[in-house]
């Protein structure tokens, strides 16, 4: 017959395997949809966790326990049918200027500004004023993006016919047709440029980076109306990390601006 002090102690220990345990088994899991879109999220399918939406993610489980943050891969034109299907449960660095629109779901202010430019190859006879008119000019962009100047309008045909675009999955790709003389202008992400450049040196100095910006990226979250979080929680997540120095440390290598929230 086992003593009342053995007894104690051996419930004792058990409650406290209990509460050890509920942490885990009590965060929600949020699934964060990961579409290649470098240098946010650099082809996610392969299973590496490289780019700036997993930095991103792991800070946001290493700082709470509430909610467990799950990467799950997309694609830029699937990710609208994964989120209306249920598949993810949040969309980070958007814009619902993006196609959104007629997706029900919460928008969360990242607080986030990225840009798009225009680089060409540089020429003596090329300055700034090369960038004003894009008429005649053939242009390399990325595919499924949506751009400012076309309207929005990302149908490959449409882009095609009316500024004689070529279509890539890859903003390298982009930058060598220009190079090569197959394309007169390239439009990148100002962020991913930074990191091109720094991995590329000596390429700086055949291109001509323009001053003229296509759009500002304002980044937000879009969140689905049944998600596990909701936007006023995950807007409190970040404040966190922009609080304690994460969202800079993540963010300002790569000349991404950290800007009011809510400033529009």
Known sequence: MSSPIRTASRLLLAALAVCCVLPSQAAQLVRVGAAHFPPYTVRPESGADTGLLPQLVEALNQAQ???????VPTSIPRRFGDFKQGRVDMAIFENPDWGWKDIPHTLVDMGLEDAEIFVAQKKPDRDQNYFKDLTGKRLALYSGYHYEFANFNADPKYLADTYKA???YSHDSNLLIVLRGRADIALVTRSYLSDYLLRNEKVGEQLLVSQRIDQVYHHYALIRPQ?????EAFGKLLQGLRDNGQMLKIFDPYKIALVPVGKD
């Open 166 to 168: 070529t279509l890539t």
């Open 227 to 231: 998600a596990p979080i909701t936007g």
């Open 65 to 71: 326990t509430d909610y467990q943050f799950e990467l």
